[in-house]
């Protein structure tokens, strides 16, 4: 196996998805905080959760292993943390592109997430226009909102912005 | 730093969040609209997921660990307060519910986020970004509901009314409180309650419900020394079936 930098590796995982949303690398969606390796040919990987309760950490770890496996190393770890905790403002700009291209609204940067205000008048994805109205603060999975675009007539959905 | 007074700390927090996210989760399926199915189910799964963390947190403390801490203990070693356990009865009732609790869950985690325990405050901070989404979700629909109909209003007045008592309750100061306060851990019962109300008074007086002086209601206390209605110890053994049917089951 040839050795691997730290750069490479998260090269490798950027053809990891999201489960849920597979336009979006998990590197993308800033989950994974470090890489350290061991031995000859052992690697660790710590990932964060997005929200806490995420239902899909499990799948990503089992991704991560499979593709690192995949690669030759012949021990993966992946160590969930806490700290630093992930925030929306993670996703990369290659990110945010990648889910507004596949019909999400990214989240908002910097948000101060105080009031409901600011999931009222999410820009539309497909149309661009903000006169859009949320439906529901919680959709498909812990991560996405439900809105609805009175221009285009589209119903959509937004990543929730976390701080 | 005081161990007891900590573990004690996190445990009533951590059961609190395991055993309402329950009670949400009875919810899937059977909400009254859509978006309300998927609202409560999704607040179940954040909330269990919270309570993991404090689990978590409890286990580096020399704990058992959280599937043991959540699944096999008896009611009486359980700290939620009685609020949480009560069974669902109409969607008014789970709503007011839902709002009384995170509003001072909202505040609770805020407070913590000052913490001078590193890992109570990371984690608090944390939780405290997934909840302002639990809050928004209730203040919505308390205004939508305690402004609706004669019969919502009527429903919902019924729910709060009977719930107030409980709620109060889940203030019940712990014998731990001086030394919390000292040490800087947490602010204390009475600062939290004191915020809460607060927050519940605008809400409420942006409704037709109706709140009388806080010093007229009852208090339910017991839950955080263990006292619980029988409520509980249904539902632990509803929770517990699988892994009471085969310990080292994985699903």
């Known amino acids: 196996m040839k050795s691997y930098s730290e750069t490479e590796v998260l090269n490798l995982l950027k053809k990891v998805m999201d489960p849920e949303i597979p336009v979006l690398s998990l590197v993308d969606l800033g989950v994974i905080t470090k890489i350290e390796f061991f031995k000859d040919k052992g690697v660790t990987v710590f990932m964060r959760p997005t929200f806490i309760g995420c239902p899909a950490l499990h799948q990503m770890k089992q991704d991560i292993e499979t593709r690192l496996y995949g690669e030759g190393f012949d021990q993966v770890d992946v160590k969930i943390v806490h700290t630093p905790a992930w925030t929306s403002d993670e996703i990369s700009e290659e990110g945010r592109i990648a889910l507004k291209k596949y019909g999400y609204a990214p989240p908002p940067k910097n948000a101060l997430i105080e009031d409901i205000d600011i999931l009222e008048n999410v820009p539309c994805p497909y149309c661009d226009g903000i006169n859009t109205e949320l439906k529901s603060p919680f959709g498909p999975t812990l991560c996405r909102s439900l809105h609805y675009c009175r221009d285009c007539r589209e119903a959509f959905q937004q990543i929730k912005p976390l701080s | ?251």
Not at chain 2, 152 to 176: C, H, N, R, T, W
Not at chain 2, 200 to 214: A, F, P, W, Y
Request: with cysteine; glycine share 6%.
């Open chain 2, 1 to 251: 730093m005081n161990t007891a007074a900590v573990k004690e700390l996190l445990y009533k927090i951590a059961d609190d969040q395991l055993i309402l996210g329950h009670r949400n989760s009875e919810w899937t399926g059977l909400g009254p609209l859509l978006e309300e199915d998927i609202a409560f189910s999704s607040m179940a799964q954040d909330k269990i997921g919270h309570s993991l963390t404090f689990y978590e947190l409890l286990h580096e403390m020399g704990e058992e660990n959280p599937d043991k801490i959540a699944f096999l203990r008896k009611s009486r070693d359980f700290k939620n307060c009685q609020l949480v356990e009560l069974p669902n009865t109409d969607y008014a009732f789970s709503l007011i519910r839902h709002f009384l609790y995170d509003t001072a869950e909202l505040q609770r985690m805020k407070l913590l986020a000052n913490s001078e325990i590193d890992m109570i405050r990371e984690r608090a901070a944390k939780v405290k970004g997934e909840l302002v989404y639990h809050t928004m979700h209730a203040n919505t629909w308390l205004k939508k509901l305690g402004n609706g109909t004669e019969e919502s209003i009527e429903k919902m007045q019924v729910a709060l009314d009977q719930l107030m008592p409980y709620a109060l309750g889940m203030f019940e100061p712990s014998v731990y409180e001086e030394e919390l306060v000292k040490n800087k851990i947490f602010a204390g019962e009475k600062i939290l309650q004191d915020l809460w109300w607060n927050d519940v008074r605008k809400i409420i007086n942006s409704t037709k419900l109706v709140l009388k002086d806080i010093s007229d209601y009852p208090v339910v206390f017991g839950g955080r020394t263990g006292e619980h209605t029988n409520h509980l110890q249904v539902l632990l053994e509803e929770m517990s079936e699988v892994i009471n049917i085969d310990p080292n089951a994985e699903w």
